[in-house]
């Protein structure tokens, strides 16, 4: 199931090989849907590279899917959600196609024809100690970030957490939001923001200390940023 969903031969009379296959060894339920689960592994280390899917590999991915009749529901969504991200990921960086999430998801108070590109439980984040710049990663105009390739050093020992709220990012702000604190940076305003020593850390101009937030998903809030700051140039190599 996995070489021909990468080979993109999957069809009617692959299925009925396949159950065919399945009848023939007398697989039971689970063991079918163990044995889907393992194709979806297999196919997804196959189809992933730099940090994401195209379209067709995507495409392929969710063919798959579609024939995993034994797989339980909550590992389908699993590998939907997962899919989905990683052609998003390629969609922002390789093709400039901006999510936009429902305003709903955030409260903000928008402006005429601001969109909401994204949101995440987040928790605001404050430094033990003054931070050094410079992180793994820095996003910033001329600065762009490619996902994939790098990872999140995080040291917990080196922060201290805070109030639980909401992270967003709009087309011209990005902010953190709880019952008791909310901050707010516009786009124009930022110098940089830094990955990958722990939480994600806003710059802004003229200000040497950054407020910092944790979130659920670093590398798309990056590959948002930096297509938003530096367009098409973001797809570029660091």
Same mark, same amino acid.
């Given at each position: 199931?996995?070489?021909?969903?990468?080979?993109?031969?999957?069809?009617?009379d692959?299925?009925?090989?396949?159950?065919?296959?399945?009848?023939?060894?007398?697989?039971?339920n689970?063991?079918?849907?163990?044995?889907?689960?393992?194709?979806?592994?297999?196919?997804?280390?196959?189809?992933?590279?730099?940090?994401y899917?195209?379209?067709?590999?995507?495409?392929?991915?969710?063919?798959?899917?579609k024939?995993?009749?034994?797989?339980?529901?909550?590992?389908?969504?699993?590998?939907?959600?997962?899919?989905?991200?990683?052609?998003?990921?390629?969609?922002?960086?390789?093709?400039?196609?901006?999510?936009?999430?429902?305003?709903?998801?955030?409260?903000?108070?928008?402006?005429?024809?601001?969109?909401?590109?994204?949101?995440?439980?987040?928790?605001?984040?404050?430094?033990?100690?003054?931070?050094?710049?410079?992180?793994?990663r820095?996003?910033?105009?001329?600065?762009?970030?490619?996902?994939?390739?790098?990872?999140?050093?995080?040291?917990?020992?080196?922060?201290?957490?805070?109030?639980?709220?909401?992270?967003?990012?709009?087309?011209?702000?990005?902010?953190?939001?709880?019952?008791?604190?909310?901050?707010?940076?516009?786009?124009?305003?930022? @110098?940089?923001? &830094?990955?990958?020593?722990?939480? $994600?850390?806003?710059?802004?101009? *003229? =200000? %040497?200390?950054?407020?910092?937030?944790?979130? @659920?998903?670093? &590398?798309?809030?990056?590959?948002? $940023?930096?297509?938003?700051?530096? *367009? =098409? %140039?973001?797809?570029?190599?660091?």
């Amino acid at each position: 199931m996995a070489a021909a969903a990468v080979n993109d031969t999957l069809d009617a009379d692959s299925l009925e090989d396949f159950i065919a296959y399945a009848k023939e060894k007398d697989l039971g339920n689970k063991q079918l849907a163990r044995a889907q689960a393992m194709a979806c592994d297999k196919a997804f280390e196959k189809l992933y590279h730099d940090g994401y899917m195209d379209d067709d590999e995507y495409g392929m991915f969710s063919d798959l899917l579609k024939i995993c009749y034994m797989m339980k529901e909550e590992a389908k969504y699993k590998y939907t959600t997962i899919a989905k991200r990683c052609n998003a990921l390629y969609k922002i960086q390789e093709e400039g196609l901006m999510p936009t999430v429902s305003r709903e998801y955030a409260n903000v108070r928008y402006r005429d024809g601001e969109k909401l590109h994204f949101t995440s439980a987040a928790r605001l984040m404050k430094p033990k100690k003054p931070l050094k710049k410079g992180g793994d990663r820095t996003i910033s105009k001329g600065h762009p970030f490619r996902v994939g390739n790098w990872e999140n050093k995080e040291d917990k020992n080196l922060w201290e957490a805070g109030d639980k709220g909401a992270f967003w990012i709009t087309s011209e702000r990005m902010g953190f939001r709880s019952r008791k604190e909310q901050t707010v940076t516009e786009l124009s305003d930022l @110098d940089h923001v &830094e990955l990958g020593n722990g939480p $994600l850390c806003v710059y802004e101009k *003229g =200000k %040497d200390s950054p407020w910092c937030a944790a979130i @659920d998903d670093y &590398e798309m809030a990056g590959a948002l $940023l930096s297509r938003i700051l530096n *367009g =098409k %140039d973001a797809c570029s190599q660091e």
